[in-house]
């Protein structure tokens, strides 16, 4: 495997530390639209995750001697694109966007943390495995299908343009970031591996919309 | 000391834990309004602290075989109107709510906790002394003012405003239950016990007011 390019490392970091500032800023966003205190407290607490992960990056990209701020800055527009674009509409467009999302945005992370030296690699998948509280998000999902099969089809629909959203953004931003695109063709090997690269990334998608009651 | 009502007890635990949800939601709404990647990161990590604070009141609460959502609903009323009455304009405002608001419930709560049995007494002076993250706080609002005189006089006046505010509602809170008057008023002892708790709160107020660069 070819030596990592560090500016590749500081630029991973940064993305995902700006995905998580601005995951924590929608799920709290989102948890205003909850019918029950219990509901608002569960989305907070997804979110306060998020900025715990946050704080770690933080501190990784500082250790680097990398600005945080800098750093993070060129994937502002791509990710507060994503999250305009999927601005949910009711409680239940929220519960599934933060399950659905976050588990994208996870899996699409921990494939590129893959590739990169420890101990970043280790740092990066440990804050990943760290999100938990999803179950709740499982629970009401199920249960609003179960009480009206309508919504179990308008949220189907959701989740596919959740799915294709993220696709585009993710892109977009391999697209315009070079050391980025470089380090996960090292990784993969060749366009077959980036194949085998989405085709996981869909499946766990499509496991966990099924997960939800959901048609993916 | 006469033994404390464990009504009186869950009682203060569910008008802390909806505190502790309320200042996340409006912390996190707060921290938008950052000018800055950092700033908008230290605001998101103090709304994330309560919401860990937060968790631990409900689990409290739930061995203590009281449902959270009834036990915090009566207070939803008087929080919520403090927000409204005190939703910043600006970052600064922001900030200096953040640190006043904060340092003001922090220092009620804790002297409302001295008056409870352990393990509660215990568990709300340690919630209550895990917020931090308030230097970052003060610098900014200290940074502001050597940069623009003026502002030090508009933020004072807000933070005159707060105080003014946060007694209201407290006021109200306490009026309306009266087991929560009881607990106060038998820890307290008597009428000039009430006196000096508020002198002490006032005092400490001040002491912040200071600390930010602001005449109280």
Do not use: C
Request: without cysteine; charged residues 25%.
């Amino acid at each position: 495997m070819t030596p990592v390019d560090t500016s590749a490392v500081a630029d991973l970091l940064g993305v995902l530390a700006y995905a998580e500032l601005t995951a924590f800023d929608r799920l709290a966003e989102d948890a205003r639209m909850a019918p029950t205190l219990e509901g608002r407290a569960a989305l907070a607490r997804m979110a306060a995750a998020e900025i715990g992960h946050h704080v770690r990056l933080i501190e990784r990209m500082t250790e680097l001697g990398v600005d945080p701020a800098e750093t993070m800055a060129p994937f502002v527009s791509a990710l507060d694109t994503f999250h305009e674009s999927t601005r949910p509409n009711t409680w239940l467009e929220g519960l599934v966007k933060a399950y659905v999302g976050d588990g994208l945005a996870t899996d699409f992370y921990r494939e590129i943390a893959a590739f990169l030296p420890d101990p970043d690699r280790a740092l990066v998948l440990d804050v990943l495995a760290d999100t938990g509280h999803a179950g709740f998000a499982v629970r009401e999902v199920r249960a609003a299908i179960a009480a009206d099969r309508r919504v179990g089809g308008r949220l189907a629909l959701w989740g596919r343009r959740l799915v294709g959203e993220a696709i585009t953004q993710s892109q977009a931003v391999i697209a315009e970031h070079d050391r980025l695109a470089e380090l996960i063709m090292a990784g993969v090997g060749d366009v077959g591996g980036v194949a085998r690269l989405i085709e996981r990334i869909t499946d766990a998608h499509t496991a966990r919309m099924k997960a939800l009651g959901l048609r993916g």
